[in-house]
């Protein structure tokens, strides 16, 4: 099970912090993955990474910009977003899979969303 958190309201330019909290003892074992869904748009890809942490992978819009983390120990991944723009606003999505992919049709378990707003 995943659950997604930190989403808000912030200016552009501004940053926030995504948390995605799982349970069970296999967390190591899935890559982790974030994609968005704004308002009339397919469900994006963003970024993921590993089951280790060690590699990550981003979408060209985001890289630069949002750094994804884990802590195995915690059951946790983050995306910190930096440099937000308007058009990063969207629902952000966590999902658990066997590898580290960009489709989300690879991912097995997802979040319920967290909404994120970049004003002008």
């Known amino acids: 099970q995943l659950q997604a958190s930190g989403g808000g309201l912030v200016q552009a330019g501004g940053s926030l912090r995504l948390s995605c909290a799982a349970s069970?003892?296999?967390?190591?074992?899935?890559?982790v993955g974030w994609f968005r869904q704004a308002p009339g748009k397919e469900r994006e890809f963003v970024a993921t990474i590993s089951g280790s942490g060690k590699s990550t992978r981003y979408a060209d819009s985001v890289k630069g910009r949002f750094t994804i983390s884990r802590d195995n120990a915690k059951n946790t991944v983050n995306l910190q977003m930096n440099s937000l723009k308007p058009e990063d606003t969207a629902v952000y999505y966590c999902?658990?899979?066997?590898?580290?992919?960009?489709?989300?049709?690879?991912?097995?378990?997802w979040g319920q969303g967290t909404l994120v707003t970049v004003s002008s």
């Open positions: 999902a658990a899979g066997p590898l580290w992919e960009v489709s989300p049709r690879r991912y097995d378990y």
């Open positions: 069970g003892r296999t967390f190591s074992s899935y890559a």
